[in-house]
């Protein structure tokens, strides 16, 4: 199965890593090995905000074992489709995270997170948590 990694997910393993912990990501990779993972466009982009890619080099390594799902008009399509539906509803969630869900939604793929919460809002996204 394809699956599109939230940032939480990402920051979340790099912890564990630096940690040395077999934590909850870890153990969602595990039960997850066969299949792929993609991070989104906006991904990438949160990912280049932190410390730890504030280097190139280490933002290109954080990013490199992802496939990586571009801009594309139907993403923007979705992305005011979910938009409007959550305004409408009076349960916006965070801007970077209505690009992922739509990209996720435009795609057909669901998004692993560990901000369900928010995630969760959005009508015909599938959801899972770490």
């Known amino acids: 199965m394809d699956l599109i990694a939230d940032t939480s997910l990402i920051v979340a393993i790099e912890r564990e890593a630096r940690r040395k912990i077999d934590g909850s990501a ?3 990779l595990e039960t ?5 993972f993609f991070i989104t ?3 990438s982009g949160e990912l280049a905000c932190g410390d730890s890619a504030s280097v190139e080099t280490d933002w ?3 990013c490199e074992p992802y496939g990586m799902i571009a801009w594309s008009p139907a ?8 938009y409007r539906a959550l305004k409408t509803q009076g349960a916006l969630i965070g801007t970077n995270d209505i690009w992922i869900a739509a990209t996720a939604v435009a795609h057909g793929l669901p998004v692993v997170t ?4 928010e ?12």
């Not at 997850?32 to 792929?36: C, F, G, K, S, V």
């Not at 560990?114 to 919460?117: D, Q, R, S, T, V």
């Open 26 to 28: 870890h153990r969602f």
């Open 32 to 36: 997850h090995a066969n299949d792929r």
């Open 41 to 43: 466009f906006t991904v």
């Open 60 to 62: 290109r390594a954080l």
């Open 75 to 82: 993403v923007s399509l979705a992305y005011g489709r979910i």
């Open 114 to 117: 560990g901000n369900g919460a």
């Open 119 to 130: 995630f969760n809002r959005v009508s015909g996204l599938t959801v899972l948590e770490f």
